[in-house]
Every structure is written in C-alpha cells, then in structure tokens.
C-alpha cells in the first residue's frame, strides 16, 4: 500500500534543519567554530535545496509545454470533429433530400397508375353503359362528349388525392421504420 505523503512529510528533514539552526541563532553562548560549522551546513543545504528548485522548475516547464501541446493537439482534434460532424449533418440532410425525392417520385408514378386506371374504368363505364342509356333516354349524342368532358377535368384532382394519400401512407411507414 502506498504511503500519502503531506507536505510537511516530504520537507520534514529541512523543517527540522531550520529549527536546530534557529535554536543555535538564540544561543549566545555557541562557539565561532559551531556557527561556522552550522553556516557551512545551511550553505550546502541551501545549495541543494537551489538546485533541487531547478530541476522542479525544469521538470514542470517542461510538462506544462507538453500539457499545452496535448491542449492544443485536444483543440485541433475537436475543431476537426466539429467540422467532420457539421459536414456529416449536411449530408445526412442532402441524403434525407434525395430521399424525400425519390420516395415522391416513386409516389407520383404509382399516383398516376392508378389514376390512369381509374379513368380507363371510368371511360369503360362511360362507353359502355352511361352514354348508351342516357342516348336512349334523352336522345341526345354530345351527352357522351360531356361525360368524358367530366373524366377528363376531375383527373387531376384525383390524381392529388391518390398522391396526397400514398405520400402520408410512405411516410408513415418511413416513421414507423
């Protein structure tokens, strides 16, 4: 198990240094030879409590420029995220388009069968039983013209309507899915 070191643990021995020293600076009655000898010491120690703030400092000059180049690298990566996932959103949407397109277009031609089919029965009908017995009836032939006058203007709105529900019946099944 790793020992938690404070910061009193990790400086203890200087701390206890600097308290004999400040005992022996209230001495009066310490020997030349003693203060010299403390002097000498604190120098040394001084000495290498310099260079050990040195090589700190160099030490965390130089993680602080690594930190500073894997923040940069982090940024970069992440501008160029943003920027992959802004183009994918576009073309998601370009996508999304073409296939609203398509699904329309696959509509309109299925739309314009039944359409199609719709008035061929309704000129079949028309033909064939309608204007026959309205001539029989009335006598008069251009009845047969205004029939097929009225299959030919109600087309359109039929073919809206046949569009409009099929296009709701695809997206549905497009939401469903």
Same mark, same amino acid.
């Given at each position: 198990?790793?020992?938690?070191?404070?910061?009193?643990?990790?400086?203890?021995?200087?701390?206890?240094?600097?308290?004999?020293?400040?005992?022996?600076?209230?001495?009066? $009655?310490?020997?030349?030879?003693?203060? &010299?000898? +403390?002097?000498? *010491? @604190?120098? /040394?120690?001084? %000495?290498? =409590?310099?260079?050990?703030?040195?090589?700190?400092?160099?030490?965390?000059?130089?993680?602080?420029?690594?930190?500073?180049?894997?923040?940069?690298?982090?940024?970069?990566?992440?501008?160029?995220? $943003?920027?992959?996932?802004?183009?994918? &959103?576009? +073309?998601?949407? *370009? @996508?999304? /388009?073409?296939? %609203?397109? =398509?699904?329309?277009?696959?509509?309109?031609?299925?739309?314009?069968?039944?359409?199609?089919?719709?008035?061929?029965?309704?000129?079949?009908?028309?033909?064939?039983?309608?204007?026959?017995?309205?001539?029989?009836?009335?006598?008069?032939?251009?009845?047969?013209?205004?029939?097929?006058?009225?299959?030919?203007?109600? =087309?359109?709105?039929?073919?809206?309507?046949?569009?409009?529900?099929?296009?709701?019946?695809?997206?549905?099944?497009?939401?469903?899915?």
């Amino acid at each position: 198990m790793a020992k938690n070191f404070t910061q009193l643990d990790v400086f203890q021995a200087e701390i206890d240094f600097l308290n004999e020293i400040r005992v022996l600076a209230e001495d009066d $009655n310490i020997s030349t030879e003693k203060v &010299k000898e +403390n002097y000498k *010491l @604190l120098c /040394d120690k001084y %000495d290498r =409590l310099i260079g050990e703030a040195k090589l700190l400092t160099s030490v965390s000059d130089r993680l602080h420029s690594k930190l500073n180049e894997a923040n940069e690298k982090l940024k970069n990566q992440s501008d160029e995220i $943003n920027k992959i996932n802004d183009d994918l &959103k576009v +073309n998601n949407q *370009l @996508l999304q /388009d073409t296939i %609203d397109q =398509l699904v329309k277009a696959k509509v309109g031609r299925k739309a314009s069968s039944i359409v199609l089919l719709i008035a061929i029965v309704l000129f079949i009908i028309s033909e064939g039983f309608l204007e026959p017995f309205v001539e029989t009836r009335v006598g008069n032939e251009q009845i047969g013209f205004i029939f097929k006058l009225g299959i030919a203007v109600l =087309l359109k709105p039929i073919d809206v309507l046949v569009e409009r529900y099929m296009m709701r019946k695809a997206l549905k099944q497009r939401n469903n899915s």
